[in-house]
T-cell receptor, first 117, second 112 residues
Framework: AQSVSQHNHHVILSEAASLELGCNYS??????LFWYVQYPGQHLQLLLK??????LVKGIKGFEAEFIKSKFSFNLRKPSVQWSDTAEYFC???????????????FGAGTRLAVHP | DTGVSQDPRHKITKRGQNVTFRCDPISEHNRLYWYRQTLGQGPEFLTYFQNEAQLEKSRLLSDRFSAERPKGSFSTLEIQRTEQGDSAMYLC??????????FGPGTRLTVL
């Protein structure tokens, strides 16, 4: 069965520190990859996505992620975090289960990031 | 607001009661998904509609759960004879065929 692993459940950083959140998935076929963010009291929002092409994708708010197919990884990075980045981050994979297109998202357990001023 | 909406936002019920949640997707999106999220976990897939057809159901969706999307627009998720283990956030998402899913705010269910 397909699965997504996020290695860090809780991360605490000071402002201006660099961030890297790990994400690995288990599926050998074609995938779309996503990072979603959930700010306190808000709903899930898309941070960035990878469908094809350049494996380094840039998202909103200075976030980027790199797809490394050989490692089944899609790590999220940000060079300098801000207090407003405090949130929960979810990696997700969308597998092509049917010839008609892509279906359900499979999420990791999430990483709770706290950024201190 | 033209995003995905869900109603109610919070529901407290007693064990054994039935509850129904509603999701209104983004109007031009033909695919609609239901997920469940418990504390400390990521959302887990429950079921999926393309237009009015329910195309996939998770094993998480026991016989007490039923979902409909009668006209291919809004959807309802009903839980019969609720149990304490049903307490969770129920999320709805919609998408056109591109694969990116847009999530609603969720309905938080508490079963006492």
């Amino acid at each position: 069965a397909q699965s997504v692993s996020q290695h860090n459940h809780h991360v605490i950083l000071s402002e201006a520190a660099s961030l890297e959140l790990g994400c690995n998935y288990s599926y050998g076929g074609t995938v779309n990859l996503f990072w979603y963010v959930q700010y306190p009291g808000q709903h899930l929002q898309l941070l960035l996505k990878y469908f094809s092409g350049d494996p380094l994708v840039k998202g909103i708010k200075g976030f980027e992620a790199e797809f490394i197919k050989s490692k089944f990884s899609f790590n999220l990075r940000k060079p300098s975090v801000q207090w407003s980045d405090t949130a929960e981050y979810f990696c997700a994979v969308n597998v092509d289960l049917f010839s008609g297109g892509y279906n359900k998202l499979i999420f990791g357990a999430g990483t709770r990031l706290a950024v201190h001023p | 607001d033209t995003g995905v909406s869900q109603d109610p936002r919070h529901k407290i019920t007693k064990r054994g009661q039935n509850v129904t949640f509603r999701c209104d997707p983004i109007s031009e999106h033909n695919r609609l998904y239901w997920y469940r999220q418990t504390l400390g976990q990521g959302p887990e897939f429950l079921t999926y509609f393309q237009n009015e057809a329910q195309l996939e159901k998770s094993r998480l969706l026991s016989d007490r759960f039923s979902a409909e999307r009668p006209k291919g627009s809004f959807s309802t998720l009903e839980i019969q004879r609720t149990e304490q283990g049903d307490s969770a956030m129920y999320l709805c998402a919609s998408t056109p065929s591109s694969g990116e899913q847009f999530f609603g705010p969720g309905t938080r269910l508490t079963v006492l």
